[in-house]
């Protein structure tokens, strides 16, 4: 089993900046992917970005040239470092492992609320 615990969330005004993290307890089997997801209100989850094993990274579009993803293979964590943010980006995070040993595995953690003021 893999556990997840994201920090990082909270309040910032449009213009600002924040750095989730997330951390990981137990086994991650290579390959992986680490990923940062958002929930609106009402909404369905959705992707915000993506990070391989390898390092490759993927971006929503509404994210790019704002957010970073990033890992921290010796901590077993991942960051999603948030600049210029914006109320839409008004959400709550969750961190994600998929991961690809006999089976695939796929883990959540339990979410983070980032509030954007106007």
């Known amino acids: 089993q893999v556990q997840l615990v994201e920090s990082g969330g909270g309040l910032v005004q449009a213009g600002g900046s924040l750095r989730l993290s997330c951390a990981a307890s137990?086994?991650?089997?290579?390959?992986?992917?680490r990923g940062w997801y958002r929930q609106f209100a009402g909404k369905q989850r959705e992707l915000v970005a993506t990070?391989?094993?390898?390092?490759?990274?993927n971006y929503a579009d509404s994210v790019k040239g704002r957010f970073t993803i990033s890992r921290d293979n010796a901590k077993n964590t991942v960051y999603l470092q948030m600049n210029s943010l914006k109320p839409e980006d008004t959400a709550v995070y969750y961190c994600?492992?998929?991961?690809?040993?006999?089976?695939?595995?796929?883990?959540w953690g339990q979410g983070t609320q980032v509030t954007v003021s106007s």
């Open positions: 137990g086994y991650i089997f290579r390959p992986n992917v």
């Open positions: 994600n492992v998929e991961d690809y040993g006999l089976t695939k595995r796929v883990y």
């Open positions: 990070i391989t094993s390898g390092g490759t990274t």
